[in-house]
Nanobody
Framework: QVQLVESGGGLVQPGGSLRLSCAAS????????MAWFRQSPGQGRVLVAS???????HYEDSVQGRFSISRADAENTVYLQMNSLTPEDTAVYYC???????????????WGQGTQVTVSS
């Protein structure tokens, strides 16, 4: 029932831009925090950017000032605008949804399947 579907990945030259989209279904989107993670070979999956249900954002240091996360609740979609891309940004990017929960509550979080971003000349 729950689906997170990423799109917008691909091949881009260093210095270029991409916009990733993640369309969610099966959840009350406005009640979830949303985030983008990435994973490259030899590294673990790391948080890139997040946006809370109230709109507060967080960015990993290496993308601060270059990436921008936003959400369109009416469309159940979260975006990641990526500018000034470098080869170090090459990774599989994953959409993530998490419902804020009280202590002792069951986990409720979901992952997309990922979309490949390759930055190369």
């Amino acid at each position: 029932q729950v689906q997170l579907v990423e799109s917008g990945g691909g091949l881009v030259q260093p210095g270029g831009s991409l916009r990733l989209s993640c369309a969610a279904s099966g959840i009350i989107f406005s009640n979830f925090h949303m985030a983008w993670f990435r994973q490259s070979p030899g590294q673990g999956r790391v948080l890139v950017a997040s946006i809370q249900s109230g709109g507060s954002t967080h960015y990993e240091d290496s993308v601060q000032g270059r990436f921008s996360i936003s959400r369109a609740d009416a469309e159940n979609t979260v975006y990641l605008q990526m500018n000034s891309l470098t080869p170090e940004d090459t990774a599989v990017y994953y959409c993530y949804a998490e419902k804020p929960r009280a202590p002792g509550a069951n986990d409720e979080d979901y992952w997309g399947q990922g979309t490949q971003v390759t930055v190369s000349s």
